[in-house]
């Protein structure tokens, strides 16, 4: 099988499950439709040949914050808390906007022609964690400290939230 | 992309060896777990079907297709089939990345004992377990019972509790190796210089993080019988719930191979070059996979062991185990291993790191814990 039909296969699967995400009734499904679209995209990665990538969006989105959010849907009463319809106004709008977006875009890509980057300048190795991580530590130095340190303030600021005051009740 | 080639033959056919070795270790764990709590609360055990009740897990696998395969009202059909299905085909994917042996030469073809060698291996085995929280947690909401969905939603937070450690833990052993790779891991370890002895601290916080995320007892929350009848398989019958309770002795035996390979040298064991001048390289790297094995089959004795010693934790004391107790423990291990490195004598500091530490918890202990009045 050549890589281009695995792209096209991997490319259609992508987008279908993304559209099921948005058009499944269930909110369940909706994330569980959410977690093969990254599936997918992890896919994707793998073609790239950027493996570090691939196996970091599984754990961060697939593995974590997925979960997280299958965790908080599985607390609603679905039942009771069932979104009312949209309006056909906000049906009409909706479409609208969605097609003049789809419209613009493909102006802008059959406008400019995308250089596919040239084969002597192409290296193998440039997904591959070695890589990153040296790249990281020595041309990006300075973002990647300032990133770790935002996420260090996030993360205190997500427990300082999640503290029981005192005097609170216990649930 | 041949299809054909002797490589992809080569490989299928060891990941089905693997898979048959892996399925037959979980269905034995199952007999020997039931001897195993028989010997020590001084019973006999499972002792009819077959000599020594050999056959007892035939008679088990017979007994759970025969039941009646029961899906509840009111309940999501598919995904309640799906949920026992992911739970076994994420506890039988982590094996893909495990070294179970360096390379054998048949027939002048060389072959590697191991389903895939990438340079991520051990983030693999780390995507793959916290995915492994997704078959408990759809299986116990599509039931449509409110102790299901609680033991659900218990594992959930519980597995993402226990990975932060888990990933610290593994992040000091990166520091040694340098890399991601499984194997790389575990050639760093050859002739005796086992990860083990320079990463105590770090294999006592992988091994509890392992109990935590296989959902074993003293950590089994998610099916706690007194609190949630079943926990999230209450609703699960037949060979659904067969899979279920397959699935944790397949991740059990698998979690075990992973530590054999993080702490306990892979497939290296004592006398392997004494082997390979005797009787050949082959016999010896087929001997590192029974060791391989029998170091998992270990972890798996030290599984039940706990299960049938220790009782269940309270879901909060649970909680600040993880958060309070194993997380700082592990980013204190990171620091003292990197500062080993650094000056570079990793032994000592690994030792003087925990002398350094019961020191700290005791003198913690003395000034600032006040003692009760007996």
Known sequence: MAISNIWYFLSALTLLSALMVVLAKNPIHSVLYLVFTFFCISGHYVLLNAQFLMAVNIIVYAGAIMVLFLFVIMMFDLKKNQPESKSSLTKLAGSVVAGTLLVLFIALLRKNTLQAPLEANFKSQTGMVETLGKLLYTEYLLPFELISILFFVAMVGAVMLGKREAGERNF | MELLSDLFLAKAAFIGIVFAITLGVAAYSTYFERKIAAFMQDR???????????????????????????????????LFIAGPCLSMLTALMTSAVVPFGDTVTIGGTTFDLQGIDVNIGILWVFGIVSLGVYGILIGGWASNNKYSLLGAIRAASQ????????????????????????????????????????????????????????????????????????????????????????????????????????????????????VTAQFGNNVAVFVGMGALIGKSLLFVFVFMWVRWTLPRFRYDQLMGLGWAGLIPLSMYNVVVTAFGILIGKPFTAGVVGVILLIVGLFVHDQLFVKKKIA
């Open chain 2, 44 to 78: 006999i055990g499972p002792d009819r079907a077959g000599p020594f009740g050999i056959l007892q897990p035939l008679a088990d696998a017979v007994k759970m297709f025969m039941k009646e395969d029961f899906i509840p009202a009111n309940s999501n059909k598919w």
């Open chain 2, 159 to 274: 597995n993402i509790s226990y990975e932060l450690a888990m990933g610290l833990a593994i992040i000091a052993i990166l520091l040694f190796t340098g890399s991601l790779s499984t194997k790389a891991i575990v050639e760093g370890q050859q002739n005796g210089h086992w990860n083990i002895f320079y990463q105590p601290l770090g294999f006592i916080i992988f091994l509890i993080c392992a109990f935590a995320e296989c959902n074993r007892t003293p950590f089994d929350l998610p099916e706690c019988e007194t609190e949630l009848i079943g926990g999230y398989h209450t609703e699960y019958s037949s060979m659904k719930l067969g899979f279920y309770l397959f699935a944790e002795y397949i991740n059990m035996f698998i979690s075990g191979a992973v530590m054999a390979t993080l702490y306990f040298g892979g497939y290296d064991y004592p006398g392997i070059d004494f």
